[in-house]
Nanobody
Framework: QVQLVESGGGLVQAGGSLRLSCTASGPTFSRYTMGWFRQAPGKEREFVAVIGWSGGTNYVDSVKGRFTISRDNAMNKVYLQMSSLKPEDTAVYYC??????????????????WGQGTQVTVSS
């Protein structure tokens, strides 16, 4: 069973930046699509960004142009660089791995392994 460990969350003022990191265990990291999701208090968990095993990326409209997802297969890491942060970005951010190697992301249910989450708080 893969383990995913997020880090890099914290408190930042609106307009600021943070970089989240997620480290995955196991030797087959490069075969999997990875995603970032977030959950704000009282809201459903929502998709934020995804990076495919081949490197393609996609974002929710609300973060396009502000967030960048990337991966380092040699280090088993996926990153989420967040800039121009807004109070509405406040949430617990989760790293997730697709359920199947070489799978294409479609829905949240396609991701079978999750980290414990890291809190991001953006003050106005």
């Amino acid at each position: 069973q893969v383990q995913l460990v997020e880090s890099g969350g914290g408190l930042v003022q609106a307009g600021g930046s943070l970089r989240l990191s997620c480290t995955a265990s196991g030797p087959t990291f490069s075969r999997y699509t990875m995603g970032w999701f977030r959950q704000a208090p009282g809201k459903e968990r929502e998709f934020v960004a995804v990076i495919g095993w081949s490197g393609g990326t996609n974002y929710v409209d609300s973060v396009k142009g502000r967030f960048t997802i990337s991966r380092d297969n040699a280090m088993n890491k996926v990153y989420l660089q967040m800039s121009s942060l807004k109070p509405e970005d406040t949430a617990v951010y989760y790293c997730a791995r697709h359920s199947r190697p070489y799978g294409s992301a479609g829905q949240t249910a396609d991701f079978g392994s999750w980290g414990q989450g890291t809190q991001v708080t953006v003050s106005s």
